[in-house]
Structures are given as C-alpha cells and as structure tokens.
C-alpha cells in the first residue's frame, strides 16, 4: 500500500468521483479532497449511454455503487435507424442510459458517506493552489493538470471535422436511435435514446458544408435549436429541445503518451477521448479510476504504483480509443452513405467499428440478418 496521505482530486465528474470513492473504500487512511468548478446539481450535457454490458464492470467489486446506479438506468435490446424511406430494426444490440447528473449526484453522495471532502463551486486555477501527495487530474477535455505539464504527458489531440451539438429531448424514445435527413442544405443526423423515462438525449450532428450553410456558427442556443427542431420534427412529434450549454463543437481525439508525472496522474477525458458514436467515455474514466486506486493499494511508491497504472491500463483504453475513432469517421462521411440502399446503409452502420463479422451478427441480430440477407445483402 502506497504511503501517501493526502490526495487532492481536480473535477468531480464521473472519473474523480469514483475515485475518490474506490480511495476511501481501498485506503481509508488518505484523505481525500475533491474540487469541483460546478455548483451541485449542475453539469454539462443531458444522459449518456452505455454499451449493452452497462456497468457490469461495477458489480464483483463494487457492487454498493453498481446498486445504487442500476435502478437510475434505461435499457432496452434493439437499436432503430431511421433512413428517408426507410426505418430499421437492428436487433440484439443492446444499450443501457442514465442522466449524466443523475450519476454524478449518486457518486457524489457515495463518496461524501465514505468520508471524501468534496469542494463545489471552486475552479483551481493554478497547480500551486494544490497542496498534496498525489494529484488526480480528473478535469476533463480542458484539464488544467495537463495543460500545465504538457512537456510531460505528451499530448497529442486532434479535432474531427463534423460539427456537433448536444441538446436534450423532452420525450422519450424506444430505442437507441439514429435519425438521418436530407435537407436543401445538407445532410443531418441526430442520436437520440431516453435516459429517464421523460426525457432522452437529442445530439445534432452535421458535416462542415452543412453546417456552412446553416449558418449555425453565427447561432445562438435558443436559433440552433429552432432549426434542429424544424429539421427533426417527424421523429421530434412535437417535442421540444432543450439546450445545456449546447455550443456547436468538433470532437477532439485526445490521447497522452504519458498518464502520470511526478505527483500528477491524469484520467478520463484529461488523458484519453472516446468518441460519443460508442458510448465508452464514461466507463473508460471510471475504469481508469479503478485502475489507479488498485495500482496505489499495491505498490508501496507512488512511482511504483504511477507505473503500473500506466502500464495496465493505457493499452486497454488505446483499444478502445482506436475503436471509437474508427466509428467517428464513419460519421465524418454519412452523407454520401446515405446514397446507398437502407438495408446496405444499415449493414455499413453496424460494422463500422469494423469489430463485427458475418457469423456474430447473425448471432447477435438474426432477424436483421434475416431481412438483410433476404433482400440480396
Ligand atoms: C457530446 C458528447 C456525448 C457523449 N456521450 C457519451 C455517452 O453516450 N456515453 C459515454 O459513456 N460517454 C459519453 N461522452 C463522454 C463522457 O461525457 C466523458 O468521457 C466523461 O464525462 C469523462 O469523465 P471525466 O470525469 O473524465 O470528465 P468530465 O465528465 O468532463 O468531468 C470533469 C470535471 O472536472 C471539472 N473541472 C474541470 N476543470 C476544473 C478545474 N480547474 N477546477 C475544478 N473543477 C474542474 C469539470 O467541471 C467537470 O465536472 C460524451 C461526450 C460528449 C462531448
């Protein structure tokens, strides 16, 4: 067990929290503090989705949290794309959703009870501020911990070309769905599946010369959301957007060479980004999280212990990274796709990652299968 005493925490989203949870369980010696810029109840985004295996990963070692979060998540088995002129069934792909607030707060609670401190509303603004034996850069896309060392963590990052906004839909949807249109100025698409049994995720996604032509960068929330709604009103039925500081982005592929340095280690979104098309992000920061709490409740030295996490988990979440920007440039060309026939379109969709062969989608999707390969695919 790593001799240190006090752990500072920067960010409480899904990676700091669970690590401050897993510390407090594995070494409840440390103290341990977490910052967190956000007041609470406040966050970023609507729900975010897991892949059919949900928090599985959860339940052999912690299956306190794995409970507390289960009841709070949506599920369902099938997955829908709906294509001018056709809509598809794709069967046996599976996904779990829960609010991204939802989960924090529940993780927020669980390590304020195992004795974590928790500082809302307080942005650190320089490392000096920081006074402790390990610091976990747990803060995100814009991490401070890894801007402020970045001779050391070796970033590299990235930015795909499709420009996407995240909204929330006051209705909920059946299944996981990708809804692709074609309009005057371009094709668009959303992703859209309930986290809540009121509320889903709606997040727009466009190529640049679309969203040239929308015009969508001189927008404000409140017009960017009238056009989305115009847009999608058939799958919408009359719902509304809600915006969440909805700014239009491109999603940046962000990885480090380097996770830890001196008393600093990085994860989640500060170290490694997972394209929102496979849903990881958040189970690759709480992994990340496991995975430094056990390398530091094995090693005597931090060193020892900052090696071993690196070790461990950096080419597990490169995988994964790699899998997801594979799916993220299939969406950077689903306009031309979508000159294919449906059944086609569809069959492009589900190998996009390129993780799946004929034999396991027969397995996983036979009635999809069944119609695909019935119509000559
Ligand atoms: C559009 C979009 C859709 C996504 N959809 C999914 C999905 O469906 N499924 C999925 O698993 N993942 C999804 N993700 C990814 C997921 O949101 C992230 O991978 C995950 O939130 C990473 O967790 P984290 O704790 O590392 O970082 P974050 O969740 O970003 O948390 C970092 C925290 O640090 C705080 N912070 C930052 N700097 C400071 C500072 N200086 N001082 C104090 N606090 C600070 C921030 O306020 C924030 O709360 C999506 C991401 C995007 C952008």
Redesign the pocket.
Known sequence: MTRISRVEI????????YTAILLRRLLPSIEVRV????PQGA???F????SDQALEFLKKDDPETHALVTPQMERWTNMTLNLPGDRIVIDGVGFT?IG?LAL?EILRERAESLGASIEME????SLDEVDADLVVG???????VRQSLESEFCPSIEYLNNH?A?FGADRPFDTLTQTFVRTDKGALNAHHYRYNPGMS?F?VECDDATFQRYGFASMDERESVAVSQEVFADVLEGASLITNRSNW?Q?PKLWCEKWTSGRYAL????VH??H?SI???????MEDAIALSRALAAHDDLEAAFAAYQSERAPIARKIFNAANTSAHWYENYAERMSLPPLEFAYEYINRSGRMDLERLRRTAPNFMKRYESQGG
């Open positions: 920067i960010g409480g989203g899904p990676a700091g929290l910052t967190e810029q956000n966050t970023f985004g729900g975010v989705v897991f959703s991204r924090i307080r942005r650190v603004e747990a803060d995100g896309l814009n991490s401070l996407f995240w995720t997040l982005r999603f994860m989640g979104d500060a980004t997972a929102y849903g990881s992000g958040t189970r690759l920061a």
